[in-house]
């Protein structure tokens, strides 16, 4: 079974155009993560959000915007793609004990490629 | 300044040598938490091992060794007797429990082939 999905794998469309990827985690894990790395293979934090509320904003242009219907899900919505948006956007979950989040598990990433 | 360095950009080696990946973090939290992350060559990103700030025991399995050394702000990754499947690029990272809860920092990344 997968642990942590993320839709669609490949995303390649036009500059402009609205995108969204969806993510979902089934290990019962209360906070979710955006991460985007770049061409150079950089990982950088973009989101988090714990049992559905906003914890990490990464100062994100807000074309970005994250949706977590509820704790199992974190979508991302990107309005007007530009050509710097093109990289691949990895969900991850964690669970979250009294000393702080532990190990976060990642999905397969989103390849999105804007032309 | 960065707060993970991974020194080593790339790494050639040949199949069955020993190879150390560096990893030095800068935190002044006293509870963190550092990871090692692999990333082969099909993209997806593999949890490796976990360690916290109280725990300075090394760590192995398998192939796979950790030396976590906090006077030296080190948390090095060493493979044994490598192989081609090691061939990735790895990742160690770290989470300031006490200054950014819920954040997890990532270094550059070392990209490692084993060559046969």
Same mark, same amino acid.
């Given at each position: ?48 959000? %714990?049992?559905? *509320? &906003? ?9 970005? +915007?994250?949706?977590? /219907? ?8 990107? %309005?007007?793609? *530009? &050509? ?9 979950? +964690?669970?979250?004990? /009294? ?12 390849? &999105?490629?804007?032309? | ?116």
């Amino acid at each position: 079974d997968t642990a942590v999905s993320q839709t669609p794998k490949y995303l390649v469309t036009q500059m402009g155009n609205d995108k969204s990827i969806k993510c979902e985690q089934n290990l019962g894990h209360d906070t979710m993560y955006w991460y985007k790395q770049d061409s150079k293979k950089f990982l950088k934090i973009m989101f988090s959000y %714990n049992n559905k *509320e &906003l914890i990490i904003n990464e100062t994100v242009p807000n074309r970005f +915007s994250p949706k977590s /219907p509820d704790k199992a899900h974190l979508n991302l919505h990107i %309005n007007s793609l *530009e &050509l710097g948006d093109s990289a691949v956007y990895f969900c991850a979950s +964690s669970e979250t004990l /009294p000393g702080g989040p532990v190990t976060q598990y990642f999905g397969p990433g989103t390849r &999105l490629t804007v032309l | 300044a960065q707060k993970v360095t991974q020194a080593q950009t790339e790494i050639s080696v040949v199949e069955k040598e020993d190879v150390t990946l560096d990893c030095v973090y800068e935190t002044r939290d006293t509870t963190y938490y550092l990871f090692w992350y692999k990333q082969p060559p099909s993209g997806e990103l593999v949890f490796l091992i976990r360690r916290n700030s109280f725990d300075e025991q090394n760590e192995i399995s398998g192939r796979y060794s950790w030396n976590f050394q906090k006077s030296t702000s080190s948390f090095n990754f060493t493979i044994t007797a490598s192989q081609v499947v090691d061939s990735a690029v790895y990742f160690c990272a770290l989470s300031e429990v006490e200054t950014s809860y819920d954040k997890v920092i990532f270094g550059p990344g070392t990209s490692l082939s084993v060559i046969p």
